[in-house]
């Protein structure tokens, strides 16, 4: 079995060969179709397309630092029952983890999908992303703008344009998918290497008819920790800053007084799992008088009203299952830095059961069982 090959690179032209990878992955591995971030035909913009015609991948567009959606939800709609052929995905690596939190929560399957993900330097939010392509001549020059700088020898942890989530996270390689696309520390004068995470990954690659890995990268794993030491130092003083901005219920409404209950960043979080949210039910459709006795006893009400309570219960179902993607505030239309919030709770959260979500499929997650044995100094047994 392989356990890496080299994809050839023409005139360091990394997209087009990422393109004739996929292409040789969906012909010679007996992939039926395969989602992956693409030129859109109708605009010149990226979302994650489901391809079946190879012909097409010519529209594929992995390295574009757009991240409209987290495709980790996509997938779920394409595995949660067997799809009727095989399907391979292309996926960040947040996205990766998502989908394994999802996985655990049977709204997905790994069975029929072949997962790769390439080195991640980051994305930009949509405005970001619509105002950075539009200067160029076309989505692949931008793309390949972009891959030039993130993946230079000045090592990408620190690329100032990508959002807040993206500087700060710490898991930007293929952790938890079946084949990992390696170019962090490249020199640009070697082929990037595919390498197997799983057996899936490596019955993949040991279909394709490419070259075995040149000398390895030896300036990847320098690189990877370079990237994690700038990317920590700005987590910890973004955590210092949310920590103090929410450290009591008034200035926890505060940061989130923008609220308007739109929920779109319920929407956009890949690990929001319920399937019917309590917030659009009835429960919170409270009765006229009620309100006029809320804004009697206070003297005044913000409208909408629960926000507080909406976010706080977001962040109880799901702040063990949290990536890090920020899809939320890329999500919120009026800019509240939620993804600060949400990783820096999750931070605890996860930290307190010894987990980090999505990067194992086999962990089990903390809310999802009982010890009886656990906290006793909290639960007073
Ligand atoms: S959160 Fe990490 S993996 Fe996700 S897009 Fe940003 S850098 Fe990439
Ligand atoms: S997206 Fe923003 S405004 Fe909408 S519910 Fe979430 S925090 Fe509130
Ligand atoms: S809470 Fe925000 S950062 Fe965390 S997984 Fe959901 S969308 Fe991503």
Redesign the pocket.
């Known amino acids: 079995m392989t356990q890496a090959v080299s994809i050839p690179i023409q005139d360091h032209d990394l997209l087009t060969g990422m393109r004739s990878f996929l292409t040789a992955i969906m012909e010679k591995s007996g992939i039926d179709a395969i989602l992956v971030p693409a030129r859109l035909s109708v605009k010149n913009r990226i979302m994650p397309m489901l391809i079946s015609d190879p012909a097409c991948l010519t529209e594929a567009d992995p390295l574009s630092p757009a ?1 409209p959606v987290n495709a980790a939800q996509q997938l779920t709609r394409l595995t949660r029952q067997p799809a009727g052929g095989r399907l391979a995905a292309v996926l ?4 990766v983890r998502a989908f394994n939190e999802l996985v655990k929560l049977n709204q997905g399957r790994r069975e029929d999908v072949l997962i790769i993900s390439l080195d ?4 930009l939010s949509n405005s970001d992303f619509r105002t950075f392509a539009d200067g160029y001549d076309s989505l692949d020059a931008a793309s390949r703008a972009f891959a030039a700088t993130a993946f230079s020898s000045a090592p990408a942890g620190d690329l100032p344009e ?2 807040s ?2 500087r700060a ?1 710490d ?2 390689v293929c952790d938890g998918g079946d084949i990992g696309i390696e170019r962090f520390g490249d020199d640009q004068a070697t082929d990037p290497v595919a390498r197997a995470h799983t057996e899936s990954g490596q019955a993949a690659l040991t279909g394709l008819d490419f070259p075995p890995p040149q000398a390895p990268a030896e300036g990847r794993k320098a690189a990877i920790q370079s990237i994690l030491a700038v990317r920590r130092r700005y987590r910890d003083g973004m955590f210092a800053e949310v920590a103090e901005a929410t450290n009591t219920i008034p200035a926890l409404s505060t940061y989130l007084a923008d609220c308007v209950n739109c929920y779109n960043c319920r929407g956009a979080c890949p690990v929001c799992y319920c399937t019917t949210c309590v917030f659009s039910t009835d429960t919170f459709r409270h009765e006229p008088f009620q309100y006029v006795q809320w804004a009697r006893r206070k003297g005044e009400i913000k409208m909408p009203t629960d926000t507080l309570f909406f976010h706080l219960t977001r962040m109880a179902h799901m702040s063990c299952a949290c990536v ?3 899809q939320c505030t890329n999500a919120c239309p009026n800019d509240i830095p939620l993804s600060d919030l949400f990783t820096y709770v999750a931070r605890h959260t996860q930290g307190a059961f010894d987990y980090r979500a999505g990067l194992d499929i086999n962990a089990r997650p903390p809310m999802n069982g009982f010890e009886e044995e656990e906290y006793p100094e909290i639960v007073g047994l």
């Not at 960040?92 to 996205?95: A, G, K, T, Y």
């Not at 991640?120 to 994305?123: D, E, K, L, V």
């Open positions: 991240f960040r690596p947040c996205e991640c330097p980051g994305a990508v959002t989530a993206c996270c898991h930007p890090g993607c920020g």
